[in-house]
């Protein structure tokens, strides 16, 4: 749907005029660029590429790399104006190596929740093509809100909406997992590196079950999942509850099986032993 921002298999520099020489948009973009900011009373500033940024707000949480999954409200528009794509409420891009050379290096430039504006000239866009509204060789603008980057803030969102829905009363750890004891247990309480054996139902916030064992199962903490390995260390033997696992410490962007990429999965427990 919003695949205004997709980089092309090759991103050009230049088009061919109709002789075919080369056309380098580098100089005319940059003097568009610094007229816009002129005219508009815009504190920008210039990075090594060309890019163009102003920081309205530097937001207060993660800053983005290459490889992270991004959600994004923006507007994009042309120097007279013209817009050309827009998403009030924000979109989420899987990765953001997928995109355009200006939105990967320009979103770095912000945290989390943050606020502003990329200019880009088209040696960091679309270069020499047209691209839908977009004419060759174009400056293209962003007003962009950094919404969330990976998922540890939307899953946060998510796991307290499901605690409140579900009347739990679940503590949270420093790493942002969520846990319920409903039997502490009285026997020994196993550490990271000890294997132990469970039953256990995984599901989804939606009630969807994507795993599940009701016979006892060994496992080696250490091998496990990060929420799961660390979650099994707060019960002693004969303990139950529940595990509520944000991405972060499952399987992040990734999807793995019927377990989509930046998935809340969740655990009920019983640790039967500590062998």
Same mark, same amino acid.
């Given at each position: 749907? *919003?695949?205004?921002?997709?980089?092309?298999?090759?991103?050009? =520099?230049? &088009?061919?005029?109709?002789?075919?020489?080369?056309?380098?948009?580098?100089?005319?973009?940059?003097?568009?660029?610094? /007229?816009?900011? /002129?005219? %508009?009373?815009?504190?920008?500033?210039?990075?090594?590429?060309? +890019?163009?940024?102003?920081?309205?707000?530097?937001?207060?949480?993660?800053?983005?790399?290459?490889?992270?999954?991004?959600?994004?409200?923006?507007? @994009?528009?042309?120097?007279?104006?013209?817009?050309?794509?827009?998403?009030?409420?924000?979109?989420?891009?899987?990765?953001?190596? %997928?995109?355009?050379?200006?939105?990967?290096?320009?979103?770095?430039?912000?945290?989390?929740? #943050?606020?502003? *504006? +990329?200019?880009?000239?088209?040696?960091?866009?679309?270069?020499?093509?047209?691209? @839908?509204?977009?004419? /060759? @060789?174009?400056?293209? $603008?962003?007003?962009?809100?950094? $919404?969330?980057?990976?998922?540890?803030?939307?899953?946060?969102?998510?796991?307290?909406?499901?605690?409140?829905? %579900?009347?739990?009363?679940?503590? *949270? !750890?420093? &790493?942002?997992?969520?846990?319920?004891?409903?039997?502490?247990?009285?026997?020994?309480?196993?550490?990271? !590196?000890?294997?132990?054996?469970?039953?256990? *139902?995984?599901?989804?916030?939606?009630?969807?079950?994507?795993?599940?064992?009701?016979?006892?199962? %060994?496992?080696?903490?250490?091998?496990?999942?990060?929420?799961? &390995?660390?979650?099994?260390?707060?019960?002693?033997? #004969?303990?139950?509850?529940?595990? $509520?696992?944000?991405?972060?410490? /499952?399987?992040?962007?990734?999807?793995?099986?019927?377990?989509?990429? #930046?998935?809340?999965? =969740?655990?009920? $427990?019983?640790?039967? &032993?500590?062998?």
């Amino acid at each position: 749907m *919003k695949n205004i921002l997709i980089a092309f298999t090759l991103i050009l =520099i230049t &088009s061919c005029s109709k002789d075919n020489a080369p056309v380098d948009y580098t100089t005319k973009n940059d003097e568009d660029i610094q /007229a816009y900011i /002129a005219e %508009n009373n815009l504190n920008a500033q210039k990075s090594s590429t060309g +890019l163009y940024y102003v920081i309205d707000e530097q937001g207060n949480g993660e800053n983005p790399i290459a490889t992270d999954r991004v959600k994004v409200a923006y507007k @994009g528009y042309l120097t007279n104006g013209t817009v050309f794509d827009e998403s009030v409420d924000g979109f989420s891009f899987s990765s953001l190596q %997928n995109l355009i050379p200006g939105w990967i290096e320009g979103l770095s430039y912000f945290s989390e929740g #943050g606020k502003g *504006k +990329l200019l880009i000239p088209a040696h960091l866009a679309y270069g020499g093509n047209n691209n @839908g509204a977009i004419p /060759a @060789g174009s400056v293209i $603008i962003f007003d962009i809100e950094l $919404i969330y980057v990976n998922y540890e803030t939307e899953n946060d969102q998510e796991i307290q909406t499901y605690i409140a829905d %579900n009347d739990l009363v679940a503590e *949270k !750890t420093s &790493s942002g997992l969520y846990y319920t004891m409903d039997v502490v247990g009285e026997g020994t309480q196993p550490t990271i !590196t000890d294997n132990v054996s469970i039953t256990y *139902k995984g599901y989804f916030t939606n009630g969807n079950i994507f795993d599940e064992s009701s016979q006892s199962v %060994n496992f080696d903490l250490k091998n496990l999942i990060t929420g799961f &390995s660390e979650g099994i260390t707060y019960f002693k033997e #004969g303990g139950s509850g529940t595990l $509520i696992i944000p991405s972060h410490l /499952a399987y992040g962007n990734t999807d793995v099986s019927v377990i989509p990429g #930046g998935s809340v999965i =969740i655990f009920d $427990i019983e640790l039967l &032993s500590v062998n």
